[in-house]
């Protein structure tokens, strides 16, 4: 079946402009995480959804980031007024409830300039 | 701070010989995952082991976790040029099953290069 999609796979954007990533998990997976990972470093966890639950944001580095998840379903980070410490590889992952195992998509590859 | 830690950073083998990377965590886990990273990429999910499992195999791969150590080990036997890849271990690193159910704390990982 289809797998984690993440779309663009490339951006490249200036500093300061907002940026909009989107992530479409597979079909009846209720978790959805964002991580981004700098080059040559671990992956870094910033937003986790649940379900209908409260997501947990608590690894979102700044206001300038949020997410949101529409239907339970597909997924859109925004970063707002793009720094060029905000480059690296955003990647989306999901999974089913109750099951660790994670399913990663492609990554979306954000060049700040 | 990031909850695993790979060791060692990088690794290079010729083709057929064994590949050991090792993990080291700090808190309480329920379970330890490795997985795999090409180009820098998207990740696919290796083995899962519980908290209360000492030893896990999956095809070449054998995966071990000592909790009074709070470490871990990846096997890949008979490696293969295309076993080339980043290689991360995740933990869950909850310290109330369920309370933070499904986010994960990678390390830095190990570069596997696995020579013809």
């Known amino acids: 079946g289809a797998g984690v999609s993440q779309s663009p796979s490339n951006k490249v954007t200036e500093k300061g402009k907002d940026v909009e990533l989107r992530c479409d998990p597979i079909?009846?997976?209720?978790?959805l995480y964002w991580y981004r990972q700098s080059l040559g470093q671990g992956l870094e966890f910033l937003i986790y959804?649940?379900?209908?639950?409260?997501?947990?944001k608590s690894g979102l580095p700044s206001d300038r980031f949020s997410a949101e998840r529409t239907g339970g379903s597909v997924s859109t980070l925004t970063i707002q007024r793009t720094q060029q410490e905000d480059s690296a590889v955003y990647l989306c992952?999901?999974?089913?409830?109750?099951?660790?195992?994670?399913?990663f998509g492609p990554g979306t590859r954000l060049t700040v300039t | 701070s990031q909850q695993g830690e790979e060791d060692p950073q990088a690794l290079s083998i010729q083709e057929g010989e064994n590949a050991t990377m090792n993990c080291s965590y700090k808190t309480s886990i329920n379970n330890l995952q490795w997985y795999r990273q090409n180009s820098g990429r998207g990740l696919v999910h290796l083995i899962l082991i519980r908290s209360n499992e000492r030893e896990k195999h999956s095809g070449r791969l054998r995966v071990t976790l000592d909790t009074s150590k709070k470490s871990s080990s990846l096997l890949i036997t008979a490696s293969r040029a295309a076993d080339t890849a980043s290689y991360f271990c995740?933990?869950?690193?909850?310290?109330?099953?369920?309370?933070?159910?499904?986010?994960?704390?990678f390390g830095r990982g190990t570069q596997l290069t696995v020579w013809p």
């Open positions: 959804f649940q379900g209908n639950s409260a997501p947990d």
């Open positions: 992952a999901s999974s089913t409830y109750r099951t660790y195992e994670q399913y």
């Open positions: 079909s009846g997976h209720t978790a």
């Open positions: 995740a933990t869950d690193a909850s310290l109330k099953r369920g309370s933070t159910l499904g986010r994960l704390y």
